[in-house]
């Protein structure tokens, strides 16, 4: 059976969950903090979570096996057939990851941790994040999912992308991000509502306290 490395609080490891349970592959869910065990690297060789283990061998990068995951189970697709819109599937994807969760998370040490991240790293993250802003705004029109009436991995990946955010965003700036996309609220709501997502969330809200000890006791 396929196995799921990594832990309820990352928002990578949610992402490639909602994704098994969406399509109902059976997994085991392994429970691995990052850092902790050298031996995981075979796994992930850079010692991140998620990562997966098949029959195959490892995968690590969320992005690479979420499009694993649809081309090994292609019932349920979270991916057009189209090719044209397969790729910009890819792209607000992409977009997602590099303008809103890899700035957001220059802002982690301050938020997690309570170290200080410097002003120009705080003025830089937020202009990065008001262009992703500004870039969602051009791409996304809500109908009611990101491309349509069917749910892609777009959605899946823009969502766990922006919990990230909004986290980061609401604690440093008090920035409401989702306010700044017309629609995005609705499209959030809407994402947050679905059972998967309320197993996640709980899962997530359970986790933290431990987590956030953890993080403290290391900085
Ligand atoms: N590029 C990786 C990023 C995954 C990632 O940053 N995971 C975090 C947990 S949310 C992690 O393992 N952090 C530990 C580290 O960076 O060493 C992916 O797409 O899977």
Redo the contacts with the bound molecule.
């Keep these: 059976m396929l196995k799921l490395y990594?832990?309820a609080?990352?928002?990578?490891?949610n992402?490639?969950k909602h994704v098994l349970l969406y399509k109902g592959v059976e997994f085991e869910e392994v429970l691995t903090f990052?850092?902790m065990d050298p031996a995981y690297n075979s796994k992930?060789p850079?010692?991140?979570?998620?990562?997966i283990e098949t029959e195959h061998g490892c995968l690590?990068?969320?992005?690479?096996?979420l499009s694993y995951l649809e081309a090994a189970y292609p019932a349920r697709p979270l991916l057009p057939a189209d090719e044209w819109q397969r790729a910009k599937v890819g792209e607000l994807m992409k977009m997602a990851?590099l303008y809103f969760e890899l700035p957001a998370?220059r802002l982690f040490p301050e938020v997690l941790a309570g170290k200080k991240v410097s002003d120009d790293v705080k003025a830089e993250v937020r202009e990065t994040i008001t262009k992703g802003c500004q870039a969602l705004a051009l791409l996304a029109k809500p109908a009611p999912y990101m491309f349509g009436e069917a749910m892609t991995m777009a959605d899946v990946a823009l969502r766990y992308c922006l919990l990230?955010c909004k986290l980061a965003t609401g604690a440093i700036y008090k920035w409401d991000v989702v306010a700044d996309v017309p629609g995005l609220r609705e499209w959030d709501e809407m994402m947050a509502a679905s059972d998967i997502s309320k197993q996640l969330d709980q899962a997530m809200q359970e986790g933290m306290a431990s987590f956030l000890e953890a993080v403290k006791a290391k900085a």
């Design positions: 990594g832990f609080v990352s928002n990578y490891f992402m490639v990052p850092g992930s850079m010692g991140k979570v998620p990562s690590a990068e969320s992005s690479v096996i990851e998370r990230t």
